[in-house]
């Protein structure tokens, strides 16, 4: 286990990297953020002697301190209630490219990860990569049996690399959050847990493999929007293969003009096409950027790089059906009461007041297309609600919203005219009549009593499990607990905290003066 002076150096590297970058000063200016954690950020500014004034590079200070961080920024670019706007929308500009590694070194990586020659699996591979990021790079290739793929190689090292840095996260949000108020209902730990859960997944490329599996079926029979297909033969744990694909990037707007692609129809489509994985299937594509799709010669969308995906139950799946229904049409009654209802807002409060505070932000967006349109202050109503209301943050909402602010941006990019209301709308009133009408609960509750029925064997099984009839030996009598010399208590004290801090400033302070840090 890490030790607490490890992470408090870890720490103070990295804050002095935000902080010459002034990306602390939001913090330090923020009423709602906790007192100490001011201080603390406080103390780093004026150790790097930075001054409160001038533009702060949040994009800059996550880049420069490492992949993980870059991660992070990435993700935190979805949390304006917790980072603030100014820095999520500085973040949204964070790219995640690094330069790229030595072809030897990702040669040594796929051989060794099937432990046979390259040559055995791959006629040919470009050396010069198509794409570097901070967790795999991506060479274009031909299989021995003469197919055109694209080779996703993780780096090497990387593994080691996120798992050391996202430990020092997981504590430092644990302190965050157990400094009460504005950070216990913002939920940092678990912000970072769900953070955790995403990176492992990109980490391990059978599981990207596998959700683009997942969502190519679930996508079927969809038109004009497909997932390439896996190599699995040439997949495995640090290496996927897939198919290339021959598009044209969906960001390059002149060029698909110039091809006679019609906009408003791929950018419809591209709408439609996230809807019905949200809502519909429950699993969708979290990484919805430009550099991720493609548009085909016939019109077709193709995504890649499956290493995000957001997953949403079915009951989650109906409330956010029927919220986005109750925005579009004005019943911000019924979207008052689901909130209520789904326990996003504590019962205490008012369902009449929160749908008049729904209205104030719903109706100025209602019947207008997106250029009219800022994202940025509907977002900053609707967390300024979430506060007032005492709604915790929903993580699984918080990634959904952040892959629709995505395709918002695409879709009005391609057609600044798009409604995004009125081209959900009939969608989700049509999902809404399927999955919630008569017929719909009448199936529902035959399928659950029946699944009830069946595992009441089951259930009786367990029941003489844990209370068998009496006989045989007779039971023995409680025994006393007993501490044990060998016995330790875990957890640190206030003076080891204490220590570990004054240990953790002074090797900083000591690096700051030798010019180690810089």
């Given at each position: 286990m890490?030790?607490?002076?490890?992470?408090?150096?870890?720490?103070?590297?990295?804050?002095?990297?935000l902080a010459?970058?002034?990306?602390l000063?939001g913090?330090e200016?923020?009423?709602?953020?906790?007192?100490?954690?001011?201080?603390?950020?406080?103390?780093?500014r004026?150790a790097t002697?930075?001054g409160k004034s001038?533009?702060?590079?949040?994009?800059?200070?996550?880049?420069?301190i490492?992949p993980a961080?870059i991660?992070?920024?990435q993700s935190?670019?979805?949390?304006?209630?917790l980072?603030?706007?100014e820095?999520?929308?500085?973040?949204?500009?964070?790219?995640?490219?690094?330069?790229?590694?030595p072809?030897?070194?990702?040669?040594?990586?796929?051989?060794?990860?099937?432990?046979?020659?390259?040559?055995?699996l791959?006629?040919e591979?470009?050396?010069e990569?198509?794409?570097?990021?901070?967790?795999?790079?991506?060479?274009?290739?031909?299989t021995?049996?003469?197919?055109?793929?694209?080779?996703?190689?993780?780096?090497p090292g990387?593994?080691?690399k996120?798992a050391?840095?996202?430990?020092?996260?997981e504590?430092a949000?644990?302190h965050?959050?157990?400094m009460?108020?504005?950070?216990?209902r913002?939920r940092?730990?678990?912000?970072?847990a769900?953070?955790?859960?995403w990176?492992?997944?990109?980490l391990?490329l059978?599981?990207?493999?596998?959700?683009?599996s997942?969502?190519?079926?679930?996508?079927?029979g969809?038109?004009?929007?497909?997932i390439?297909g896996?190599?699995?033969?040439?997949?495995?744990?640090?290496?996927?293969t897939?198919?290339?694909i021959?598009g044209i990037?969906i960001?390059?707007?002149d060029e698909l003009?110039?091809?006679?692609?019609d906009?408003?129809a791929?950018?419809?489509?591209l709408?439609?096409?996230?809807?019905?994985q949200?809502?519909?299937?429950?699993f969708?594509?979290?990484?919805?950027?430009q550099?991720n799709?493609?548009?085909?010669?016939?019109?077709?969308?193709?995504?890649?790089?499956?290493?995000?995906?957001?997953r949403?139950?079915?009951r989650?799946?109906?409330w956010?059906?029927?919220?986005?229904y109750?925005?579009?049409t004005?019943?911000?009654?019924?979207v008052?009461?689901?909130h209520?209802?789904?326990?996003y807002?504590?019962?205490?409060?008012?369902?009449?007041?929160?749908?008049?505070a729904?209205?104030?932000v719903?109706?100025?967006?209602?019947g207008?297309p997106?250029k009219?349109?800022s994202?940025g202050?509907?977002?900053?109503?609707?967390f300024?609600i979430t506060?007032d209301?005492d709604?915790?943050?929903q993580?699984?909402?918080?990634?959904?919203?952040k892959t629709?602010?995505m395709v918002?941006?695409?879709?009005?990019q391609?057609?600044p005219?798009i409604n995004?209301?009125d081209t959900?709308?009939?969608?989700?009133?049509?999902w809404i009549?399927d999955e919630?009408?008569?017929?719909?609960?009448?199936?529902?509750r035959l399928?659950?009593?029946?699944?009830?029925?069946l595992?009441?064997?089951?259930?009786i099984?367990?029941?003489e499990?844990?209370f068998?009839?009496?006989g045989g030996?007779?039971?023995?009598?409680?025994?006393?607990?007993i501490?044990?010399?060998?016995?330790?208590?875990e957890?640190?004290?206030?003076?080891?905290y204490?220590?570990a801090?004054?240990v953790?400033a002074?090797a900083?302070?000591?690096?700051?003066a030798?010019?180690?840090?810089?």
């Open positions: 890490t030790s607490s002076v490890v992470h408090l150096s870890r720490l103070a590297r990295w804050g002095v990297t010459r970058r002034r990306a000063v913090i200016n923020d009423p709602n953020a906790p007192a100490a954690l001011r201080r603390l950020v406080r103390l780093a004026l002697l930075t001038g533009k702060p590079d949040y994009a800059g200070a996550f880049r420069a490492g961080a991660k992070l920024g935190l670019a979805t949390r304006p209630d980072v603030g706007e820095a999520a929308n500085n973040l949204l500009s964070l790219q995640d490219s690094l330069p790229p590694v072809f030897s070194q990702i040669k040594a990586a796929i051989e060794s990860s099937f432990g046979q020659p390259i040559s055995a791959f006629a591979i470009d050396p990569p198509v794409g570097a990021a901070s967790i795999a790079q991506v060479h274009k290739g031909v021995t049996d003469g197919r055109k793929v694209a080779i996703k190689v993780l780096r990387i593994r080691e996120f050391r840095d996202i430990t020092t996260y504590w949000a644990a965050v959050e157990a009460g108020g504005e950070a216990t913002l940092p730990r678990l912000t970072i769900n953070f955790k859960r990176t492992n997944s990109e391990d059978r599981r990207e493999a596998a959700s683009a997942e969502l190519a079926e679930q996508m079927a969809v038109p004009g929007y497909r390439p896996i190599d699995w033969d040439r997949t495995n744990g640090r290496v996927m897939i198919e290339w021959d990037k960001s390059r707007v003009r110039a091809r006679g692609h906009l408003a791929i950018s419809e489509k709408v439609i096409s996230f809807l019905t949200a809502i519909s299937a429950g969708f594509h979290a990484d919805m950027h550099g799709l493609f548009v085909e010669d016939d019109g077709t969308i193709v995504a890649i790089d499956f290493g995000i995906m957001g949403i139950d079915r989650a799946r109906q956010l059906a029927e919220i986005l109750g925005l579009t004005g019943n911000y009654q019924r008052a009461e689901i209520f209802e789904a326990q807002v504590p019962s205490y409060h008012s369902v009449g007041e929160f749908a008049t729904l209205r104030a719903g109706e100025p967006m209602r207008k997106v009219e349109l994202v202050q509907m977002l900053d109503g609707l300024a506060r209301f709604m915790q943050t993580p699984h909402l918080l990634l959904l919203q629709m602010v918002e941006g695409i879709a009005t391609l057609n005219d995004m209301w959900a709308a009939p969608y989700v009133r049509e009549r919630l009408g008569p017929e719909a609960a009448l199936a529902d399928k659950q009593d029946t699944e009830t029925l595992r009441l064997p089951g259930l099984r367990r029941l499990e844990k068998p009839p009496k030996a007779p039971e023995a009598p409680p025994l006393p607990e501490p044990l010399l060998t016995d330790k208590r957890g640190p004290s206030r003076l080891g204490l220590v801090a004054l953790g002074g900083v302070w000591g690096a700051l030798a010019g180690w840090i810089g």
